[in-house]
């Protein structure tokens, strides 16, 4: 094997420029869907482990059975006997949240967007999050004096442009914005109400749809969820990772898809690439001939050529990398909406870097199958068969 | 002035069959073809169409494998070698020189020429600097960075040439090498030939041309794959 050889790589690229540009672009065009498709999936993934990261030494009371709290919801006075049945020497704090989604109806109808919003118990709800900062306004901190104003996370305040003191209307009903925080998960893409306001918006009446309790050592955990669990009836107790993996399938079947629409995009490109180097070594099997007949060897034809794929494949996902970033980053697609969340995707380094290995590698098995059959082939072969 | 050595054959061949399969028809190629060609002998191979010379020359050159017979080249048995054996042994002994030139026509002439010099591992300086002296032998010192497609046929077939003996093979291998060229450039490639043998290399011409038979040490005629006549011209 050759390394002399290697500028014939270089020469066959350069005399096809056409073909050469055209694969180029399409190997760019997948990895950039690939790469946008990734991106996305972890930083989904990324922001679910921050988010639940954020409630260390955290129980989450769930209506048993319906252990979503978009779904389930318990009576608001569960949060009261939780307080009065628990060890208080044992817990920071106790609150309820009422979780749900409502339309942004500043919009036409059909153009309407949900938002997830969280009405708070404003006395306590502070004792169980603590992760967050306000970047400008104030807190909610008066169940009554704050009827009809909301917090936004900075995702919300970033999307529509809102600043403290502007409104937000949620199904019809405006709400004055007091102030702007920032977790760095995704609960900056939620909208924080009274209780009451919340409950009076989604039509959920003294009901919450989660209970979190902040325990102070690990070591309580077992002992304040045996007796929570003892003391209210049709309860689901959850550490935080334990419902993390609960919601782990639906997480999973979310990356799944992503990886599969992957994959099939990935499929295409090696597809691709085996068409372009069998037309690209149709074209060239004279020349292939002529250098087996003068003593080149298998070895050396098959790295003249893996060189020119591989060379394809790089090109291809070094162009799919700069589309990506220009995507994400220039024209503005780097926020993308999922239930209700904003997330906005971030390009790392190590995706850019592993994609334009993964697109140099695919390079290489599309190339595989025709290069290892031509390089094979008898020099006399090709000469008779096509002159 | 030329030597053919008296006692050392280059090449032996004793009783070379070649059949190819057709569909379910057998066609003998050559059929049981003897000679021996001397070191530092031209010998040209001539005869109609179809009567085996290509396919001999393809068998004396390593390119094929005789079906039936033993072939003997630099004292290399070639009959039984497996086809990373035969590359090795024609870059190792063989100068292809092809009616239609075959040059690569992304590469320049110098960088044509390079192919075997690359494929036997010389170092890049070295190489560059032997092609260019080969080059230059064959009258092409001013076309060293032109593309096949910018060159005539007789200066591609000097291409062509400069490339056969670009490693000092001690076999030179022309089929028709004039047949696609006017007279005249024949007559110079001819002339290029008959001044590489008197370097030492032997030549074995394919050629239907009389006048260029007759300037061979010597004559093997064929009809239908065996030869009818073995003669001095």
Redesign the interface.
Known sequence: MKLGFLFISIRDLKSKKLRTVITIVGIAGIITSYLVMMAAANTMHDLVDASFSAYEYRLFVLKRGKEDPMVGQLPEWYVDKIREKVNPDYIDGVSGFLWWMVDNSTKDEDDAEFQTIRGLQVESYKSVIEKYEMIAGEELSDAQEDRNYCMIGINIAEKFGKTVGDKITLQNHAFTIKGIFSTSTMIDSEIWLTMRDAQNLVGKLHKVSIIIVKVKEQDYVDEIRKQIEDNLRGVAVFEADEYMEANAEALDSFRGVIFAISMIALFAAVLGMMNTMTMTLRERRHDIAVMKAVGVSNKSVALIYSVEALLLGFLGGIVGVILGFLMLNVFGVSNIELAGYLISVDLTYQLAFESVIISTILGLIGGFYPIAKISRQRALDILQKFG | MKSISNDLNVIEADDIWKVYKRGKTDVKALRGVNFRVREGEIVAIMGPSGCGKTTLL?II?G??TPTKGNIRVNEIELSNLG??KL??F???N?G?VFQFY??????TAL?NV???L????IP?KE?FEKAKDFLQAVGLSDRLYHKPGELSGGEQQRVAIA?AIA?QPSIVLADEPTGDLDTKTGEEIMGLLRKINEMGQTIIIVTHDDMIAATADRIIKLRDGKIIENSSS
């Open positions: 393809n050159g390119l094929d086809e990373s590359t090795k024609r870059r190792e063989i292809f075959n040059l690569l026509p992304n590469l960088e390079q192919l075997p690359i494929a036997q591992g890049k190489r490339r490693v």
